[in-house]
């Protein structure tokens, strides 16, 4: 953020210079501003690209204030601007990342990805932006483990996929010590300071940034010689915006713009004053009510399909076609047999695979959503309409009333009575369940809990305000379903 | 009022059953069953439990599938697909043995919902007749009230105005009076008694022997899902020839 800004001030100022000066102030434009006009990537100019990132992986890319931030960031952007693209940034989670580019949900990759021979068989990889290495911390007070050799029969923990992992994985039997995997850095962290876990492997420049921000830890060995962080395109995709990000870090390599951003980032940043309580709940709030909006809406989508799905599939249950019972059978086993976790990855980033057409986080949520509440609305729908007594029908069928007036008049108010308790239920479970889709990068309540501690590490207390959220909004909706079913099913 | 058993078909035969079969699953419960009932006659059917007195009265306005054999009611053959059963059924009330009135209606709802959306009547029209029907069966008072504040003997009365609430020309009532306390009895009897009286032809499945001898035309004793002997209630109480009939009047006068 504050790089763009100075940059664009900075373009005002040789404005300004170039028309007072004349001449000389037209080539002083020309060198500091080698933009989109000047020599823009034909292909690449003026359009959108999609680029997937990680979401907690500070300092190269985390949420200040909301906004995300990190050299990655910057990086990305400085080089769309530079280049004449425009980009549209996701923050998805480093694996999500990764499945998102090769569903082509994305249309790259900037995560402080390591360049491995892995990797390239799938992806195609730009010039290297950063040179990493692992390195290994302990909690601050732990004065036991100084090397590796003090790792005998623990268990250390790394972020899974990483480089980090790989690392550990290849000098664990050496050294005789387990390894874990986690998905983000905070949470590994939090696992060594909880004791889980003696010592964490990361890339160095995200744990030095941590430990900056009084994150509980200390390095206690030198960096290893790791690789390089590369950006990424799928495999044989989107060859122009590999070249434009290759010209693009060239140039601001060459215009000390590159060395800026690291600077920003990584020379000693000031260690941040914890702020109390109150404070980390006023700053935190915006983005967690953001996220609670984003929570209620999908909760409110998800419900009204699934709710359709359940009377649907629940009237096809207690039909008399037997191909119409067996679709609802087949429906519901299939949902209500697979982890909803399974179903969303399935939605979010197998379904594009399959169909090459991709699908946005909110729409893939709701589907997975909607569809499992379905399931459950079904067998709520079909339970209720069997519970009303046999001779209830028979006695409207038998005054001459047909199937659906029967349904309609006699058989549904009874039902929907005797239903209405399991659908508050489930109403409760499926905003609950919303929170499992901050996996695929969908931007809800739990998302918004993650990001937050992600940058400033105090997991506990951002934990304790989401599952305030979730407590308040979760049982105001509970008391307001209730007062509305005594109203109306008396 | 006819007072004899008719077993061929009539010019006034009203209901005629021909080798009527019923199985549920492999269990065949009606083993061919014939029947003419003629207007205005009222038939007790009686026999011990499981001897398929019910289904047979459930196959009558189809509530139950036939197996085989031809049902035809009113000169509708209920075999044919073409035969629009809810028009049938608005010539047949059915009173069941647990009543089966909607709990979420009121009295008067229960007895206007058929009328109503059957759009036979207007709503104002539907509601002069209910209240007329509960006159009838001396519940006029209870018409707002809903059924889980009735007596036994209420509800069924209630049933019974519903049933004739869409003005049926033949009533079928399955052990109508079974699920009363003994002293509720009567006022259900009483009802279908004046039905009978009117000349509405009636089936009537009952455990009420001194009520079928009274009442009936002429009683069918059924066994094993076979009609083992019928005839006028003299007959059938005083001499009957059937062993069955005779070890099951036995057990139960």
Do not use: W
Not at chain 1, 143 to 165: C, H, N, Q
Not at chain 1, 385 to 406: C, F, H, K, M, N
Not at chain 1, 433 to 438: C, E, F, G, N, Y
Not at chain 2, 141 to 163: E, F, H, M, N, Y
């Amino acid at each position: 953020m504050n790089m763009s800004r100075a940059r664009k001030l900075s373009v005002a100022v040789t404005a300004l210079l170039a028309l007072a000066s004349g001449f000389a102030g037209v080539s002083a434009v020309a060198a500091s501003q080698p933009n989109s006009h000047v020599q823009p990537q034909a292909a690449v100019a003026g359009e959108t690209y999609v680029i997937g990132t990680d979401t907690t992986f500070a300092p190269f890319e985390y949420r200040k204030d909301g906004e995300l931030t990190g050299i990655d960031m910057d990086l990305i952007r400085d080089i769309a601007a530079n280049q004449g693209f425009t980009v549209e940034i996701k923050s998805l989670g480093f694996d999500a990342a990764l499945q998102a580019l090769q569903s082509n949900q994305v249309d790259g990759v900037i995560a402080g990805m390591s360049i491995t021979d892995e990797r390239k068989l799938v992806f195609d990889f730009s010039d290297p932006y950063f040179d990493s290495g692992v390195q290994m911390a302990v909690a601050e007070d732990n004065t036991e483990i100084t090397g590796y050799a003090d790792l005998a029969g623990e268990t250390v923990v790394a972020k899974r996929g990483s480089e980090g992992e790989t690392f550990a994985n290849s000098i664990k039997d050496e050294y005789g010590f387990t390894v874990k995997a986690l998905a983000d850095s905070a949470t590994m962290y939090d696992d060594v300071k909880a004791g889980n876990s003696v010592a964490v492997f990361d890339d160095y420049p995200v744990l030095a940034y941590g430990i900056n921000q009084n994150n509980g830890l200390k390095s206690v060995t030198e960096k290893e010689q790791g690789s390089s962080y590369g950006f990424a395109v799928n495999k044989g995709q989107n060859p122009e915006l590999l070249a434009a990000f290759n010209t693009g870090l060239a140039e601001l390599k060459s215009n000390g713009e590159y060395q800026s951003i690291l600077d920003t980032y990584l020379k000693q940043p000031a260690p941040v004053a914890a702020s109390g309580f109150f404070g980390l709940l006023s700053d935190s709030l915006p983005a967690l009510m953001k996220g609670l909006g984003l929570t209620l809406l999908a909760t409110g989508l998800s419900i009204v399909v699934a709710l359709v799905l359940g009377v649907l599939f629940g009237f096809f249950k207690v039909s008399e076609s037997r191909v119409l019972r067996g679709l609802a059978s087949i429906y519901v086993s299939i949902f209500r047999g697979t982890p909803l976790l399974v179903q969303a990855f399935f939605f979010y980033f197998g379904l594009p695979q399959l169909t090459g057409q991709p699908i946005d986080v909110l729409t893939a949520g709701v589907l997975t959503l909607s569809l499992n509440a379905g399931a459950y609305m079904t067998e709520i729908v079909r339970g209720g309409i069997q519970s009303v007594d046999p001779g209830q029908t028979e006695a409207g069928r038998s005054l001459g009333l047909g199937y659906v007036t029967t349904m309609r008049r006699v058989v549904l108010p009874q039902a929907v009575k005797i239903m209405t308790p399991s659908f508050i239920n489930q109403f409760v479970m499926t905003l609950k369940d919303t929170s499992l889709l901050a996996v695929i990068g969908f931007a809800e309540l739990t998302y918004q809990g993650q990001q937050i501690y992600a940058a400033n590490f105090r997991t506990g207390e951002t934990l304790l305000i989401v599952a305030a959220l979730y407590f308040i909004v979760i049982n105001l909706l509970t008391m307001l379903s209730n007062k509305l079913d005594k109203r109306f099913n008396k | 009022m006819s007072t004899s058993s008719n077993n061929t078909a009539s010019v006034g035969s009203k209901i005629s059953v021909r080798g009527l079969r019923k199985s549920f699953g492999s269990n065949e419960v009606l083993k061919g069953l014939d029947v003419e009932i003629t207007e205005g006659e009222v038939v007790c059917v009686i026999g011990p439990s499981g001897s398929g007195k019910s289904t047979f009265l459930r196959c009558l306005n189809k509530l139950d599938e036939l197996s085989a054999g031809t049902v035809i009611v009113d000169g509708f053959n209920l075999g044919d697909k073409t035969v629009d059963l809810n028009e049938v059924r608005q010539h047949i009330g059915m009173v069941f043995q647990h009543f089966n009135l909607f709990p979420h209606m009121t009295v008067l709802q229960n007895i206007m919902l058929a009328p109503v959306e059957l759009k036979k009547e207007s709503k104002v029209d539907a509601r002069a007749t209910a209240l007329t029907l509960l006159d009838r069966v001396g519940l006029a008072d209870k018409a707002d009230a809903r059924p889980g504040q009735l007596s036994g003997g209420q509800k069924q009365r209630v049933a019974i105005a519903r049933s004739l609430a869409v003005n049926p020309d033949i009533m079928l009532f399955d052990e109508a009076t079974s699920a009363l306390d003994p002293e509720m009895v009567g006022e259900v009897l009483q009802v279908i008694r004046d039905l009978a009286a009117e000349g509405m032809t009636m089936v009537v499945v009952t455990h009420e022997m001194g009520f079928a001898r009274e009442v009936a035309d002429r009683v069918i004793f059924m066994a094993d899902g076979v009609i083992v002997e019928e005839g006028t209630p003299a007959e059938l109480f005083g001499n009957p020839q059937q062993e069955r009939t005779q070890d099951f009047l036995a057990k139960v006068l």
